[in-house]
């Protein structure tokens, strides 16, 4: 079970790629062999198609981590007018 501070996190998470136009998802794989197990990706809204780099098998290659690292960097970069 997640800790309710994780919980917390991927919900600030949620926000901040929301605020970028794109979206969160999640694995919802429940296996922890598998590559996906626990970790996420960043979906562009206007071009529905994948920000993060995918795994060989999966979208899902990032951790709650690497999401908070690209927020960091949207966040500094300057916006186009």
């Not at 996190?9 to 970028?20: C, G, K, P, Q, T």
């Not at 979906?43 to 995918?54: L, M, S, T």
Request: hydrophobic share 30%; proline share 2%; aromatic share 8%.
């Amino acid at each position: 079970m997640r800790s309710e501070t994780e919980k917390a996190r991927e919900s600030r998470l949620r926000r901040a790629v929301n605020r970028h136009g794109c979206r969160l998802t999640k694995s919802r794989s429940r296996d922890p062999n598998n590559i996906d197990f626990g970790l996420y990706s960043v979906i562009d809204n206007e071009y529905n198609c994948i920000v993060n780099e995918a795994n060989v098998n999966s979208i899902y290659a990032w951790t709650l981590d690497d999401v908070e690292g690209w927020v960091g960097e949207q966040a500094t970069e300057p916006v186009a007018a």
